[in-house]
């Protein structure tokens, strides 16, 4: 069964740092591209970026091009969202999914991990 | 800029059929757009429904259907249940690698 694990999430002060975590189990991460979608409280979904299975193409959502920065390391089937310059706006459950690129859907998700950004 | 919207809200009844819809604020939702329909109950991951417009994700009951009616993609249900109260989230691809949420809709089966 394809699981999605998240953490790295927490409590950051505005103008911090934070790096979140996404171990697949189940299955071998490099073969699928990658997306973040958050979800701040008590609103809707947000997609927040995307990588390839290589990590050659990266996209943004424009709220967070700039200071957030998508990776991956599929030796250690891991996804990564280093997030800088964080703001009060960018607090939210951040949850990682499997992006299929040939109908651009979002297939198997995580159970998220919360970001709080508040001094 | 072009926003995704839905329905803030919508009820049906046990047994009844509902249909959500998902637009652009500017301009007609096609196949092209690749709509695509979660599902989410409160403090739980989202599910996923339907994607390419009207392909079922595993295991998604039969009685979750995915269209383009006019010029919006539309997520209808039929035989509403109880456990579908919850709320229903589209997106459509931009290009670009750009997908855009719609602001989601509140479902309640009364």
Same mark, same amino acid.
């Given at each position: 069964e394809m699981q999605l694990l998240e953490s790295g999430g927490g409590l950051v002060q505005p103008g911090g740092s934070l790096r979140l975590s996404c171990v697949g189990s189940g299955? *071998? *991460?490099?073969y699928y591209a990658m997306s973040w979608v958050r979800q701040a409280p008590g609103t809707g979904l947000e997609w927040v970026s995307d990588i390839s299975s290589s990590g050659d193409r990266r996209h943004y959502a424009d709220s967070v091009k700039g200071r957030f920065t998508v990776s991956r390391d599929n030796s250690k089937n891991t996804l990564y969202l280093q997030m800088d310059?964080?703001?009060? !706006?960018?607090t939210a459950v951040y949850y990682c999914a499997i992006v299929r690129?040939?109908? +651009? +859907?979002? !297939?198997s998700w995580g159970q998220g991990t919360l970001v709080t950004v508040a001094s | 800029q072009t926003v995704v919207t839905q329905e803030p809200s919508f009820s049906v009844s046990p047994g009844g059929t509902v249909t959500l819809t998902c637009a652009l604020t500017s301009g007609s939702v096609s196949p092209s757009f690749y709509p695509s329909w979660y599902q989410q109950t409160p403090g739980q991951a989202p599910r996923t429904l339907?994607?390419?417009?009207n392909t079922r994700s595993?295991?998604?009951?039969?009685r979750f259907s995915g269209s383009i009616l006019g010029n919006k993609a539309a997520l209808t249900i039929t035989g509403?249940?109880?456990?579908?109260?919850c709320d229903y989230y589209c997106v459509l691809y931009m290009g670009s690698g750009i997908s855009v949420f719609g602001g989601g809709t509140k479902l309640t089966v009364l």
């Open positions: 299955f *071998i *991460i490099s310059s964080l703001r009060a !706006e960018d690129w040939t109908s +651009y +859907y979002f !297939e | 339907i994607y390419n417009t595993s295991g998604v009951p039969d509403a249940q109880a456990d579908d109260e």
